[in-house]
């Protein structure tokens, strides 16, 4: 059965500081994969997607960037976290637009 | 571009009552119609999903929810509420460039004992 995790799980970090936060599949192949951020109280904005790898593509411009080094990895980094980055963020994969599957999430804190 | 409208932001029902909880999509063709519950400081989980199939579909937990192409509608339901169903519910339609999926603001659903 497939799986996707997350982590770190919780994450504070100062402002200005950089990001890495992992999202790893397991149990199937070439995926489509998503980043979402989700602020407090809000829905989901869908920051980054991506066919395969080393194929990004940015829905906001913003101060984050994605990569995809493995077929079943994908990275969401920042070199200098700012305060609006503070939120839930959630990594999904998909097979050719049907269902997307969620990991458990990662709550960031930016102080 | 397709888009999911979630009218009402915030439902609140009594244990044992009716959940309806509205979606309306925008597209030209029969999507992929999905319902998600997310539960505090969890990723989303799906309910159940719309494909083309029987124009009713019934999920875990309970719920349901029905296709009206002529109305452009995929209202979740379920006959009675258990207080375990308060949660926030996301409604999703795929399709686009890359698969990509468009969610609804969500329904946060509160259940009264």
């Known amino acids: 059965s497939q799986t996707i995790h997350q982590w770190p799980a919780t994450l504070v970090q100062p402002v200005g500081s950089p990001l890495s936060l992992e999202c790893t599949v397991e149990?199937?192949?070439?995926?489509?994969l998503y980043w979402y951020r989700q602020a407090a109280g809000r829905g989901l904005q869908l920051l980054f997607y991506?066919?395969?790898?080393?194929?990004i593509s940015s829905e906001v411009p913003q101060n984050l960037s994605a990569s995809r080094p493995q077929d079943r990895q994908f990275i969401l980094s920042s070199k200098k976290l700012l305060l609006s980055d503070s939120g839930f963020y959630l990594c999904?994969?998909?097979?050719?637009?049907?269902?997307?599957?969620f990991g458990p999430g990662t709550r960031l804190l930016v102080l | 571009a397709q888009s999911v409208t979630q009218l009402g932001s915030h439902v609140s029902v009594s244990e044992g009552a009716l959940v309806l909880l509205r979606c309306n999509y925008s597209?030209?063709?029969?999507?992929?119609l999905f319902w998600y519950v997310q539960y505090p400081n969890q990723g989303l989980q799906l309910l159940l999903k719309?494909?083309?199939?029987?124009?009713l579909v019934k999920g875990i937990n309970g719920f349901e929810a029905e296709f009206k192409k002529s109305e452009t509608s995929f209202h979740l339901t379920k006959p009675s509420a258990h207080m375990s169903d308060a949660a926030e519910y996301f409604c999703?339609?795929?399709?686009?460039?890359?698969?990509?999926?468009?969610f609804g603001t969500g329904t946060s659903l509160t259940v009264i004992p």
């Open positions: 149990g199937t192949s070439n995926p489509n």
């Open positions: 991506s066919v395969g790898i080393g194929q």
């Open positions: 719309y494909t083309s199939a029987a124009t």
């Open positions: 597209s030209s063709v029969p999507p992929y």
């Open positions: 999703a339609v795929s399709g686009g460039t890359g698969n990509q999926f468009y």
């Open positions: 999904a994969w998909s097979v050719a637009g049907e269902t997307q599957y």
